[in-house]
């Protein structure tokens, strides 16, 4: 999901590899996930609501330039889906 998102800001595929490969070796989301802790859940849900939100926005943005590149149906799937994600992360 790290790799989606750095891509979704329009950094370059090594810039995302390099986020996704330090979100792997992170020791603390090991650690979280082992616990019976909400920590783990908490942080897919909101990096699920950042993707979300950042692929709304940047179908927002090539709306307004190219009307082919975002249908009303993308953008609807993107704005419920970041919403809902933001819900689910804060009520965890």
């Known amino acids: ?3 989606q998102i750095v891509l979704e800001l329009h950094f370059s595929h090594c810039a995302a590899m390099g986020a996704a490969l330090l979100m792997l070796i992170e020791n603390a989301l090991i ?3 082992r616990l019976m802790l909400l920590e783990s859940v ?3 849900f909101n990096l699920l609501a950042v993707l979300s939100y950042l692929k709304f926005f940047n179908c927002q943005k090539h709306r307004s330039v190219c009307s ?3 249908s009303p149906e993308q953008w609807l799937c ?3 889906r970041s919403s809902c994600t933001y819900c689910s992360s804060t009520s965890t």
Do not use: E, G, P
């Open 1 to 3: 999901m790290a790799y």
């Open 68 to 70: 082919v590149t975002c």
């Open 78 to 80: 993107w704005s419920s």
């Open 31 to 33: 650690t979280q996930s």
């Open 42 to 44: 908490l942080i897919f």
